[in-house]
């Protein structure tokens, strides 16, 4: 048997926290080597001599064939035992004894042997080497006879105080007899979660240790150990070393050859980053199947690699990490086929690295409401893009062609109308390291609006680029006017200066999560110069959706325009999550809670689950809530006094703006993307389309109650370089 003392054996486990179980090895293996010397001085002599002289007689006289003097022996050691030893210490004994008389032939003796080993322990059980495939077969067959004749059905006997993990516990147990290792671990995890047990913790460690799951075995003994070292109980540290030993020869390792010239390498094991300075390092692991990962940049180009390999129990495993690019031209094809080594493959690709890419898109938009709104929205876009120098520009542009009869424009007595808006931006960035910053510009016009924006971002990679801080700000400046009149004569200067601020966390190489927040602070009047205001003397009111013509006829002949505070201050935080789950779809999630100096409240949500049902197509669901509170100036029915000098008292702020009032929307739909070109080559030509359905629910809302809409896009775009 090996021994555990002849100094630490190193162990990483790259299925706990990594890197992170060395040191709790370390202290199992130390603790194992120290504690049983200290228990023969606590008190407790009698279990340790007992341990002691089994061990001697098994390791001599057993194999040495001289199975009468060993029984003789334990026999002895039994009566000594019976006087002050602990009951796992004489279940040990006793299942010693019947170990002897089963190997002889005696089953009538190795069953009474191990019925009463049982009846002082019922966890007891064979050491986990040393024994027989025979011998193990007629002590399974005794133990499921002692289960029958004596059922655990109490708890507290059992060792437990939990009645729920008591019954898990004997469905692991049930398991494990069936062969059924996955249910037995699963069961014992629960049992666990509910109260801790140092046998379940044994039994959990048992069923590891059988279906290969080494490393979780190993940490679980050390689990059960802290506990049998508080208690005091020599047999069961007796067996847990017994079963260290066994388990540690059959774990396995792994390096990794890296290759060199690569940039921003990134290797990840089993879903598990590696961190880059210990690539050169040897690591523990589980024998059986595993996955690596690995990407960079070589000479400008993004490279990768997915290997999966088998290793053996007690195997090394020399993983040697070849990057090739993911998409190559014909000659460079040909080229990687022949070649043998990274520094063939690396011969293989352009020798400058001056690539830039070219995104470009159109698409078409349009949108329809029950309100009778209208809007058709044509843009183009394009980007320039070097990944090798990391600079990029892009332009974008679009027009909204709107045309509306909504009740607001019936309202107020105004005929269908039509609009069109030209909105034009441009941005550009600067990334050449781990530091970087984009800006950006807009500018939109209308008949009665024009609108200008400016911002820039700033960046920077930390931590291996697993953390990305980002903060920003924009400035926009608006004049609202009106329609056929000039700005110089009716022209209303409406400001907003917004300040963000996000970081955004690598949770593993297919997670990543983003939380931001963002200040917004807004001065100037945005009342709308079209919108007139219907006041009610004091105890008239309008139900929720009152038509047009019943609030014309409720309401008095004076007719204000909306008037808005000429200050608002917006404040957000939000939250996404994008992972990649099993191979071929992205969940993306994201919150947003919002609040304002008006008093409004609201809460966003939003989902999409990416499917790649192949390399060519790409299919999605998307689903968006939001509710929000009114402000605390809106009111469905504004009260006004009519003076005797004709003029009217009325409400400095007021509107019938329904996006200001208590309201939710609900937005169901979908999108799907075909790649038309061949998906490994440089240059991809996709079709994409959207569709969404829009439901909003107003709750205090005059002439509306809710609102029905339907947005959908079609487009193509073109990736190259």
């Known amino acids: 048997m090996r021994s555990l003392c002849r100094g630490p054996t190193r162990l990483v486990s790259l299925k706990t926290r990594p890197w992170a179980f060395l040191g709790r090895l370390l202290l199992l293996l130390s603790l194992v080597c120290l504690v049983l010397p200290r228990v023969a001085f606590a008190g407790e002599k009698e279990d340790a001599a007992a341990i002691a002289a089994v061990d001697k007689i098994l390791a001599t006289d057993v194999a040495n064939a001289n199975f009468g003097e060993a029984k003789r022996k334990i026999r002895a050691v039994l009566d000594k035992c019976k006087r002050g030893c602990s009951p796992s210490t004489v279940a040990r004994v006793n299942i010693a004894s019947g170990i002897v008389s089963a190997q002889i032939g005696q089953t009538e003796d190795a069953k009474t042997a191990w019925f009463d080993a049982l009846n002082a322990d019922p966890s007891a059980a064979l050491p986990p080497s040393g024994v027989s495939q025979g011998v193990r077969a007629q002590f399974e067959a005794v133990q499921k006879q002692w289960l029958a004749a004596n059922p655990q059905d109490d708890t507290a006997k059992a060792g437990w105080v939990n009645k729920q993990a008591f019954e898990l516990s004997k469905a692991a147990v049930a398991a494990e007899g069936a062969g059924n290792f996955a249910e037995c671990i699963e069961k014992n995890k629960a049992a666990l979660t509910l109260e801790e047990n140092m046998r379940a913790r044994l039994h959990l460690a048992l069923c590891e240790g059988k279906s290969g799951k080494i490393v979780d075995a190993l940490r679980d003994n050390a689990k059960a150990l802290e506990t049998a070292r508080a208690k005091g109980d020599a047999a069961t540290l007796k067996l847990i070393q017994e079963r260290v030993a066994e388990l540690l020869p059959r774990l396995s390792h792994v390096k990794f050859e890296v290759p060199t010239g690569i940039q921003e390498l990134k290797v990840s094991f089993d879903d598990r980053p590696v961190p880059p300075a210990r690539l050169s390092e040897s690591f523990t692991i589980d024998p059986g199947t595993h996955t690596v990962h690995a990407e960079g940049i070589l000479r400008g180009a993004r490279v990768s690699s997915d290997e999966k390999f088998d290793v053996k129990e007690g195997e090394t495993a020399l ?403």
């Not at 993911?326 to 690709?349: D, F, P, R, S, Y």
């Not at 909204?400 to 030209?422: C, E, G, Q, W, Y």
């Open 319 to 721: 993983v040697k990490i070849t990057l090739k690019p993911a998409a190559l031209t014909q000659g460079q094809l040909q080229c990687m086929v022949a070649a043998k080594t990274q520094e063939e493959i690396l011969a293989c690709l352009p020798q400058e690295g001056k690539s830039l890419v070219v995104h470009a898109a159109l698409d078409v938009s349009a949108y329809t409401d029950s309100m009778s709104v209208h809007v058709l929205t044509p843009a183009v876009r394009g980007t320039l893009v070097s990944p090798t120098q990391g600079w990029n520009v892009g332009v974008n542009y679009l027009v909204d062609v709107l045309t509306a009869a909504s009740p607001d424009v019936v309202a107020s007595a105004s005929r269908r109308f039509h609009d069109v808006r030209h909105v034009i931006g441009v941005n550009g960035g600067y990334k050449p390291g781990n530091y970087g910053a984009q800006a950006y510009a807009s500018y939109s016009r209308e008949r009665d609006y024009i609108s200008r924006t400016i911002g820039l971002s700033l960046s920077g990679d930390f931590i291996d680029k697993q953390f990305t801080p980002q903060i920003g700000a924009s400035y926009t400046w608006d004049t609202i006017g009106r329609t056929g009149t000039d700005y110089d004569v009716f022209g209303k200067p409406f400001d907003v200066l917004e300040l963000t601020g996000s970081a955004t966390v690598i949770m593993s190489p297919l997670s990543l999560f983003v939380l931001g927040g963002g200040v917004a602070l807004e001065n100037g009047d945005q009342s709308k110069p079209y919108r007139y205001i219907p006041l009610f003397e004091p105890g008239v009111s309008v139900p929720v959706g009152g038509s047009i013509s019943e609030v014309n006829e409720k309401r008095l002949p004076v007719k204000p325009l909306e008037q808005l505070p000429l200050d608002r201050q917006r404040y957000s935080v939000t939250a996404r999550y994008v992972s990649r789950v099993k191979q071929n779809a992205t969940l993306r999630l994201e919150q947003r809670l919002y609040l304002d100096s008006w008093g409004t409240k609201g809460s966003t949500t939003d989902a999409r689950y990416l499917i790649d049902v192949s390399p060519r197509v790409r299919v999605w669901p998307h689903a968006h809530f939001h509710i929000q509170t009114a402000t605390s100036f809106y009111n469905r029915i504004y009260g006004a006094t009519l003076n005797s000098n004709g003029s009217a008292t009325i409400p400095a702020f007021r509107t019938t703006d329904r996006e200001l009032s208590p309201m939710f929307g609900v937005t169901l739909g979908g999108g799907a993307r075909y790649v038309l070109t061949d998906p490994s080559s440089k240059s991809q030509v996709a079709l994409f389309t959207a569709a969404d359905a829009l439901y909003n629910q107003y709750f205090n809302a005059l002439y509306v109650t809710n609102r029905l809409a339907f947005y959908g896009t079609l487009g193509i775009e073109a990736d190259f370089e």
